[in-house]
Every structure is written in C-alpha cells, then in structure tokens.
C-alpha cells in the first residue's frame, strides 16, 4: 500500500491535465501506458486478487439514505473534480455513476473513493473498470468522512432514479 506521494501527486496532475470526458481537444494522446505509472512500480508488482475483498455483502444502496450527508456529497462531489469525468444516467469517457450503489458495498465504493491508484492494482473490479476505460482514477484527496458523505449523495441519485420508474 505504500506509495510515493509525490510520485502520485505527479501522476495526478499528468492524469487531470489529460482529462477525462468530452472536453477534451481531438488528437491529444490518451492517458499514460498503464505501465508507465509510478504507482505500479512503488507497489513492487500488479498481482490482482480472483475475488475483491472489499465487495461482499449488502450493496451500499441497501442502507437507508442520510440526506443530510447526501447534500454534503452533492456538493463534494462538484468541488472535488468528480464531475470532470463522472455523470449519473451519462458515460462519457469514464464510468457511469448511476446505479453504482446498487452494483458494490460501501466498503468497495470507500476504498475506490480514497485509493484508486491502489484499488486499480489490487482489486479485480476496479482493476476491470481501468481496463475498460483505460484510464487510471486520479485520488481527489478526500477524507474518509467526505467519501461516505459522496457515497451517501450517490445512494440518494439511485433512490430517486428508482422512484422516478415507478
Ligand atoms: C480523471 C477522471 C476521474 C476523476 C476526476 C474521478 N474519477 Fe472516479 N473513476 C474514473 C475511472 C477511469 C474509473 C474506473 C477505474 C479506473 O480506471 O481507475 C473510476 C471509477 C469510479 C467509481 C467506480 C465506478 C463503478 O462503476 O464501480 C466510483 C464510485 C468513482 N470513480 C467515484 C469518483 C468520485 C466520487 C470522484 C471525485 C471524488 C471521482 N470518481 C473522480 C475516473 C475519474
């Protein structure tokens, strides 16, 4: 789990200059070679577990909805760069974010949330979503509290889509 963070605060920076979504000018080059990234070479391998540990038990949108805690993640979520690449019901270069707490835990969504970098090398779904995408989640810094808080904005975003259906 150990990594450089200057190393990742390069990468960052690589990676949000690159982008992500439909702003982006034509005949820019995509993101960075998987194999290029600091973080691959700090955690000394890229051995990626069968089962992802963090994804077992109860989806996160299976738990009541703190709506107080939704209001902090809806505006985390625009001040901390989320919708630079993240929409809800609209995938542009990176996944879609609607329906993805009733996909993963909490747990999953935390540990994506606070180590991308991490969870891409070691977790086999996220390590899938970075194959797909070829796109490597840039860390936004967030405490453990805003991430719950995002969790709990995302979780709000899949209940009234729900509602909305019926
Ligand atoms: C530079 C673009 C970028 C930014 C900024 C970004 N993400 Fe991501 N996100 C990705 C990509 C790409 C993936 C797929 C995993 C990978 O390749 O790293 C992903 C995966 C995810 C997933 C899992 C989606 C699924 O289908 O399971 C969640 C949840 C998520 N991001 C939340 C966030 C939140 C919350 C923020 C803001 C704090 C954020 N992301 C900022 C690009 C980004």
Redesign the pocket.
């Known amino acids: 789990m150990r990594r450089s963070s200057l190393a990742v605060g390069f990468f960052l920076s690589a990676?949000?200059a690159?982008?992500?979504?439909g702003k982006k000018s034509e005949g820019e080059t995509a993101a960075p070679s998987p194999s290029s990234t600091p973080a691959a070479a700090a955690t000394g391998g890229t051995s990626v577990l069968a089962t992802s540990r963090y994804d077992s038990g109860p989806r996160a949108g299976e738990s009541p909805v703190d709506e107080a805690k939704a209001a902090q993640g809806e505006k985390?979520?625009q001040t901390?760069?989320?919708t630079?690449?993240?929409a809800f019901g609209k995938r542009v270069?990176?996944?879609?974010?609607a329906g993805?707490t009733q996909?993963?835990t909490a747990a999953?969504?935390e540990n994506?949330?606070l180590h991308?970098d991490v969870?891409?090398k070691e977790d086999p779904?996220?390590h899938d979503?970075?194959a797909?995408?070829?796109?490597?989640?840039?860390n936004?810094k967030?405490t453990e509290d805003e991430?719950r808080a995002?969790i709990e904005f995302?979780k709000h975003k899949d209940k009234g889509a729900a509602a909305a259906a019926h």
């Open positions: 990676m949000l690159a982008g992500c979504g985390l979520f901390k760069g989320c630079a690449c993240h270069t990176c996944p879609d974010l993805v996909r993963r999953w969504m994506q949330i991308p969870m891409t779904i996220a979503l970075f797909k995408f070829s796109l490597q989640m840039p936004q967030l991430a995002v995302a």
